[in-house]
């Protein structure tokens, strides 16, 4: 069947380190993967998306890798501030098709 | 700044009454979608529209409904409502392909 998993609904980390988040699929073949940012009680908003032919892709302090051997985005913070806390989802899109299947998020709370 | 406005921030409605969620977009988007969202299940795709007047189920259509019947406006329907549609509901347009989605603030909707 095919599933989406990210790596724990929680994670820990102290300010000033990178905070990384893995998302995980099976049998899907996503064309594009993107990341989005959830503050408590809000629509998620934008982060970044890569391309199936895409290694890796950076803005400011985030970065995004995409290995589809491994069927694997792995999401980096760098330099993580409080501000940074928010849930994290990982969407793919279902081949080229117009709509996208989320992940179930990870909690980022970076810790002062 | 564009926009996804959501008619209603908090809703509280009985069992077996006919529920209707509104989502205006001002970005002259095709796409627009319908998820809910529960504790541990994450993001889930309820129906979706790449036109006016056009609709696509998605992974949960039981028990909904959705009517376009102009770009800018989509809206979600529940038909009977019941205890287990009690949920927080979000609205987005774009997302189509590589392109990012937009999300409004979402309707917390409980059902008693």
């Known amino acids: 069947s095919q599933k989406i998993e990210q790596n724990s609904e929680a994670l820990n980390i102290q300010e000033g380190k990178t905070a990384t988040l893995t998302c995980n699929y099976t049998?899907?073949?996503?064309?594009?993967l993107q990341w989005y940012r959830q503050d408590p009680g809000r629509g998620p908003v934008f982060l970044l998306l890569?391309?199936?032919?895409?290694k890796e892709k950076r803005k400011e302090r985030l970065k995004v890798t995409f290995d589809t051997t491994l069927k694997q985005s792995l999401f980096h913070i760098t330099a993580s501030q409080p501000a940074d806390s928010a849930t994290y989802l990982c969407?793919?899109?279902?081949?080229?098709?117009?709509?996208?299947?989320f992940g179930p998020g990870t909690r980022l709370s970076v810790l002062p | 700044d564009v926009k996804v406005t959501q008619s209603s921030r908090y809703l509280v409605k009985r069992t077996g009454e006919k529920v209707f969620l509104e989502c205006v977009q001002d970005?002259?988007?095709?796409?627009m979608f319908w998820y809910r969202q529960d504790p541990g299940l994450g993001l889930r795709l309820i129906y979706f529209?790449?036109?006016?007047?056009?609709?696509e189920k998605g992974d949960i259509p039981e028990g909904y409904s959705v009517s376009r019947e102009k770009k800018e406006r989509f809206s979600l329907i529940l038909e009977s409502a019941s205890t287990n549609q009690t949920s927080m509901y979000l609205c987005?347009?774009?997302?189509?392909?590589?392109?990012?989605?937009?999300f409004g603030q979402g309707t917390r909707l409980t059902v008693v």
């Open positions: 049998n899907y073949s996503p064309a594009y």
């Open positions: 969407a793919l899109a279902k081949n080229y098709g117009q709509n996208f299947v």
């Open positions: 970005m002259d988007h095709e796409n």
């Open positions: 529209s790449y036109d006016v007047k056009m609709k």
């Open positions: 987005a347009s774009g997302g189509g392909g590589d392109t990012e989605a937009f």
């Open positions: 890569i391309r199936e032919n895409e």
